[in-house]
């Protein structure tokens, strides 16, 4: 139960911050930023894997990839494809 709520709180602490950051509010440097919006995701992801509430479980897996995927996943290719000469 307690690894399905830790889930839970690494998938919405990264929501908040990338929603805030691109409103315009700069919250954090670089390497805070990163660690907030791809390393709690991960280990939300792993957290969410591993717990037994199916729900939290459902939650915690798919929330998380999705911000793994809006937070690291699209800017990774697109910063490849954009640097194309």
Request: hydrophobic residues 60%.
């Amino acid at each position: 139960m307690k690894t399905g709520i830790l889930s839970i709180i690494f998938f919405i602490i990264p929501i908040v911050v990338y929603v805030v950051s691109m409103a315009g509010g700069d919250l954090f440097f670089g390497p805070v930023m990163i660690l907030l919006c791809i390393g709690l995701p991960v280990l939300g992801l792993f957290l969410g894997i591993g717990t037994k509430v199916k729900s939290l479980k459902i939650t915690g897996i798919i929330g998380n990839s999705l911000i793994l995927l809006v937070t690291g996943v699209i800017p990774l290719i697109s910063m490849y494809f954009w640097n194309q000469a």
